[in-house]
């Protein structure tokens, strides 16, 4: 039996934590939980059967466990780039010229895990060309186009962006707010960002109740 066990959040695909957390969600509550998903977190994190984990020795359950524990509860950097398949994302350049379709599928998902490829797919574009200093252009967004590939990104790039957020000023929060208020005044009539809520801040909430609740379940 071949064990691999992730040494940090690179190693560790985001359909793999969406299912891990599924597990959670639906376990939590009975008395079984705990041993129930320290089983079900080295199988899905390490790759295993059940009854892989189930014939390793007590210790090194115990010790996985708590590797993977440390694992899950790290806070990682905004990641710039990663490659899936051959094909290397990008995060969002420019979030300030964000358009409103965009906003309005970050703020609408990222606070759930189960659509959390969804909300990636706003942040990370693949990359176009490659200019100079790290900089580049990215792909227009195209709403689900990449959502089934983003779903194999790495776990690091999804809470770096998460806490990115989480840790934005509130001055630049405020000026984003403003670019796309004033974005959307030919159509207030219809939409305002302001009486429906959605904004910035209100995502940067979203994320903190998100991190907190991640950081909650995984002890």
Known sequence: ??????????????????????????????????????????EIFC???????????????ENISKILDGILESQPELVQKFTIDGV???????????TYGELLDLNGNISEWSNMHIAMGVLYR????????????IERYEG???????????????????????NLGTDLLASI??????EEETFQSQLNLTSTGIGIA????LLEETLQDMKRLNN
């Open 47 to 61: 790759k295993l059967s059940r009854e892989q984990v189930l014939n390793l020795e007590y210790e090194s359950v």
């Open 177 to 182: 707010i403003k670019f796309l208020e004033t």
């Open 88 to 98: 290397k994302f990008g995060w969002l350049p420019e979030l300030d010229k964000m």
């Open 1 to 42: 039996m071949k064990l691999t066990v992730p040494s940090s959040l690179d190693d560790i695909t985001l359909i793999q934590y969406q299912e891990y957390n599924q597990e959670i969600e639906s376990r939590k509550k009975l008395p079984d939980a705990e041993e129930y998903l320290k089983i079900k977190k080295i």
């Open 144 to 166: 689900d186009k990449y959502h089934k590939q983003l779903r194999q990104m790495p776990l690091s790039a999804v809470i770096g962006s998460m806490v990115f957020f989480w």
């Open 126 to 137: 693949p990359i176009k060309q490659e200019i100079k200093n790290g900089m580049y252009n």
């Open 202 to 205: 209100q995502l940067t909430n």
